[in-house]
């Protein structure tokens, strides 16, 4: 069963700009989740997904937001970039949510310069 | 609120010795117990699992971990690492399905 994929794998963007991040879980998973992670604020969570509605939510600012379509493909899209934006993005799925086993993807690599 | 405090930032060790990272965690409800691994440029790898049942929890690549609930600890151990053992370990609490609390990380490194 192939993993958790997410693209792109690295991404440069420049401060103001906005940038759409892809996650595709594995198959039969129906619960996504993304995590910020920087080496001064370590992993944290930015939102959960399951059938296609948001059900958890971190505590960042609304420039960040996301979604799931029927398929479990998720995105997450960021607005109004910020320096403090740069950071390894990470993507998770969980066969049912309430096993709360979670499969990461690679992440993508985000640099806002 | 649930929380997780990895004691160490960095642990050092030779090949072949044993090992232990230390995790403790808060929280008001029951939770689950998990340790991933994270090598360079990667994404995270679950190491192990704690659920229910037996406190003591076998993962992969030779690692385990005991549930202690008096103490809310949730310790790995390995009784001999590799070279190929380095990289950053997470101890991560979860209340609920679809979201977890990570500490922030050890970094193990198995010198020769």
């Known amino acids: 069963k192939a993993g958790v994929t997410q693209t792109p794998r690295y991404l440069i963007k420049t401060r103001g700009q906005q940038v759409t991040l892809s996650c595709s879980p594995i198959?039969?998973?129906?619960?996504v989740s993304w995590y910020q992670q920087t080496p001064g604020q370590g992993l944290q969570f930015l939102f959960e997904?399951?059938?296609?509605?948001?059900?958890n939510k971190g505590n960042f600012p609304g420039r960040f937001s996301g979604r799931q379509f029927s398929n479990s493909r998720s995105e997450m899209n960021v607005s109004t970039l910020e320096l403090g934006d740069s950071a390894l993005y990470l993507c998770?799925?969980?066969?049912?949510?309430?096993?709360?086993?979670?499969?990461f993807g690679p992440g993508t690599r985000l640099t806002v310069t | 609120a649930q929380s997780v405090t990895q004691l160490d930032s960095q642990v050092p060790v030779f090949e072949e010795a044993p090992v232990e990272l230390r995790c403790n965690y808060s929280?008001?409800?029951?939770?689950?117990l998990f340790w991933y691994v994270q090598y360079p440029n990667q994404g995270l790898q679950l190491l192990l699992k704690?659920?229910?049942?037996?406190?003591l929890v076998k993962g992969i690549n030779g690692f385990e971990a005991e549930f202690n609930k008096s103490q809310t600890s949730f310790h790995l151990r390995k009784p001999s690492v590799h070279i190929s053992d380095t990289a950053e370990y997470f101890c991560?609490?979860?209340?609920?399905?679809?979201?977890?609390?990570f500490g922030d990380g050890t970094t193990l490194t198995v010198k020769p």
């Open positions: 997904y399951f059938s296609e509605t948001q059900r």
């Open positions: 704690y659920l229910s049942g037996s406190t």
């Open positions: 929280s008001s409800v029951s939770v689950y």
């Open positions: 998770a799925s969980s066969f049912q949510a309430d096993l709360y086993e979670q499969y």
């Open positions: 991560a609490v979860s209340e609920n399905a679809g979201k977890s609390t």
């Open positions: 198959s039969g998973h129906r619960s």
